[in-house]
């Protein structure tokens, strides 16, 4: 049985841009399709690497999403993403234009990672080829890693809490976790909360250093899998109490009903072997959102392709869930929106939603020969219909960050997304 929290909060919008698709709507179909987002690299240049594929979003225009009344002088690429987003999910929950009344009570959490790197990269080459000369200075105030929470807040007028949370492929998960405390609280009555990470050629490189790139797409929990596949995304939520939803007639996708953050404490990039930090994570969501593991429908894993996190994660799903591991839907949608990192949380947040609300589990594409190791049901023969109630959504990241959402379908308060 489900218990409810005094203060319920729920997401009343939504908004992405990622290598599927470059809106809501749109990503919703491609999820139930199993379209593949992950191809060629064409951003930067990927000669010399062992891969060149990624979940690149391809032809963005910033001016396609983000009206002129914005100027996007000195805006990453990070910030126009997450900006669009955020303008989506406003939109989607009939607060754009935001009523002066809400401005200093509406917060921004935004998770993310590598920021304005990007542009950082193509400041130093354009450095180096005029030799110091004529060099465009202006570009480096777009470089922060953590300036897409303040873009937003300053470009809409926000005067809420703001925060930014960089805690490697975790960082959109928590954003959403932090953004419900806020509220809960009563330190903000809305919160925009989600991720953002583009693609930039430092990160690509790390990664093929680290030999965890398959050459082709990744295929979670194949026995011939080769490694993650790395690509960008910007995902942003609307969170409001169910009073406030009620109030104003909005619409309603579903809650958040817990979180829990949990530390492995056992290397920078590997995974604790024994998944104690995963383990923990789940539990401590379970323990927060005051639900048993039964009532648990569909997790949506980390399920990241590398050999050593997809056999840890089994590990710990058996852990937590005992025999009913062995009947409870898992998928990696990773195999379609490749690893977006810092706001691979906050996508899968919205994905976990979009099932809740439309009643399906997405698919692990790419998995062909399952390995035997990994004997759950990873949902490999395309989208299946189902009656969801609760999502579990797992966010394991380097530096053994981790971090578990609960998120619930929404029966009541507000008005019905349809």
């Known amino acids: 049985m489900i218990m409810q929290k005094k203060k319920r909060i729920v997401i009343t919008g939504l908004g992405t841009l990622n290598a599927v698709a470059n809106n809501i709507p749109d990503f919703l179909q491609g999820l ?33 999403y983000i009206p002129r009344d914005f100027s996007l002088k000195r805006m990453s690429r990070a910030d126009q993403l997450s900006f669009a987003a955020a303008l989506e999910a406003l939109i989607d929950a009939g607060l754009y234009p935001l009523p002066p009344q809400l401005t200093e009570e509406t917060g921004v959490v935004i998770g993310g990672g590598s920021g304005g790197l990007l542009e950082a990269e193509r400041f130093y080459g354009g450095l180096l080829k ?9 570009i480096l105030s777009s470089v ?24 490697a492929c975790s960082a959109g998960g928590t954003a959403i976790g932090y953004a419900r405390d806020l509220i809960l609280n009563g330190q ?25 790139l398959d050459p082709g797409v990744c295929h979670p929990f194949d026995k011939d899998r080769g490694g993650l596949s790395l690509g960008e995304a910007a995902a942003v939520m609307v969170l409001e109490s169910a009073e406030s939803a009620g109030n104003r007639g909005a619409k309603i996708y579903g809650e958040v009903l817990g979180y829990g953050v949990t530390c492995d404490s056992f290397h920078m990039t590997a995974p604790d072997d024994k998944a104690s930090g995963a383990v923990r994570s789940m539990q401590a969501a379970l323990k927060d959102s005051s639900l048993e593991r039964e009532d648990i429908d569909y997790i949506n894993a980390h399920g ?31 195999s379609m929106t490749a690893h977006t990192l810092g706001a691979a949380g906050a996508l899968e947040a919205i994905v976990s ?12 594409i790419n998995c062909l020969r399952p390995d035997p190791e990994c004997d759950l049901d990873y949902v490999t023969g395309g989208a299946r219909r189902a009656d969801l109630r609760v999502v579990l959504s797992n966010s394991f990241a380097f530096g053994g960050n981790n971090t578990t959402l609960i998120l619930g379908r929404c029966d009541q308060g507000g008005r019905d997304n349809g």
């Open 353 to 364: 939603i979009l099932a809740l609300k439309h009643g399906f589990i997405p698919p692990t």
């Open 144 to 167: 922060y890693c953590a300036s897409s929470a303040d873009r937003i807040a300053s470009q809409l007028g926000l005067s809420g809490p703001k925060a930014t949370f960089m805690t």
């Open 32 to 64: 139930k399709s199993g379209i593949c987002g992950i191809g060629e690299v064409d951003l930067f240049d990927t000669d010399g690497f062992r891969c060149h594929n990624g979940g690149q979003i391809k032809n963005f225009a910033p001016r396609d």
């Open 130 to 138: 005029k030799n110091n000369r004529r060099a465009r200075f202006s």
């Open 188 to 212: 903000a009555g809305i919160v925009l909360a989600g991720g953002v990470e583009p693609m930039c050629k430092i990160t690509y490189a790390a990664f093929n250093a680290l030999k965890s």
């Open 304 to 334: 990241t392709a590398t050999r050593v996190n997809d056999l840890m994660e089994t590990k710990a799903i058996k852990e937590v869930f005992g025999r009913r591991a062995y009947s409870l839907p898992v998928s990696s949608t990773k």
